[in-house]
T-cell receptor, first 113, second 112 residues
Framework: DTGVSQDPRHKITKRGQNVTFRCDPISEHNRLYWYRQTLGQGPEFLTYFQNEAQLEKSRLLSDRFSAERPKGSFSTLEIQRTEQGDSAMYLC???????????FGPGTRLLVL | DAKTTQPPSMDCAEGRAANLPCNHSTISGNEYVYWYRQIHSQGPQYIIHGLKNNETNEMASLIITEDRKSSTLILPHATLRDTAVYYCIVRSTIQGAQKLVFGQGTRLTINP
């Protein structure tokens, strides 16, 4: 059973550029979650999917953020017009069923210059 | 989800048992206690979870008090690789309560 994978692991971009991150969940996990973690803080929930449906979005997910999971497998998180405040670790997790344990990927560390 | 309170930091000698406390005095009947840890620059790693009874797996033991208002994660023989931030999370499993709410966690340092 391969774990959750994320790509890229690191991304440096200039302010105003768009970035896209990918998450591949554990095979057959139908729930997929995105979290963000800034330095010194615990992860904060952004959004989650059940299969291809996006069921909940945090207020942290501004208009510049969009997440998709078109075929119910991998997911992408796009940030448009990046700002320095978007610099953080973006974490993806997946779980098999409602209420089941979430397993996290290694994260994508974003630095906006 | 209920809030949790953990000490910000702890130290433990290598080879000894590390006991990490967590207070969750407002926990409700349908909420589980989950423990994750995060080693520097990695994603959180699931350790263990429980509802009422004590639980043990290959990584750790979880002791939950009878009133469920607090719990202790026990790493029986700590190694240097156990140095990490440990998060205690109370999570409901009812419909619509899907997210994990992380606090600041406990930074555990294992000393040689």
């Amino acid at each position: 059973d391969t774990g959750v994978s994320q790509d890229p692991r690191h991304k440096i971009t200039k302010r105003g550029q768009n970035v896209t991150f990918r998450c591949d969940p554990i095979s057959e996990h139908n729930r997929l979650y995105w979290y963000r973690q800034t330095l010194g803080q615990g992860p904060e929930f952004l959004t989650y999917f059940q299969n291809e449906a996006q069921l909940e979005k945090s207020r942290l997910l501004s208009d510049r953020f969009s997440a998709e999971r078109p075929k119910g497998s991998f997911s992408t998180l796009e940030i448009q017009r990046t700002e320095q405040g978007d610099s953080a670790m973006y974490l993806c997790a997946s779980s098999l069923l409602q209420g089941q344990t979430q397993y996290f990927g290694p994260g994508t560390r974003l630095l906006v210059l | 989800d209920a809030k949790t309170t953990q000490p910000p930091s702890m130290d433990c000698a290598e080879g000894r048992a590390a006991n990490l406390p967590c207070n969750h005095s407002t926990i409700s009947g349908n909420e589980y206690v989950y423990w994750y840890r995060q080693i520097h620059s990695q994603g959180p790693q699931y350790i263990i979870h429980g509802l009422k009874n004590n639980e043990t797996n290959e990584m750790a033991s979880l002791i939950i008090t009878e009133d469920r208002k607090s719990s202790t994660l026990i790493l029986p023989h700590a190694t240097l690789r156990d140095t990490a931030v440990y998060y205690c999370i109370v999570r409901s499993t009812i419909q619509g309560a899907q997210k994990l709410v992380f606090g600041q966690g406990t930074r555990l340092t294992i000393n040689p």
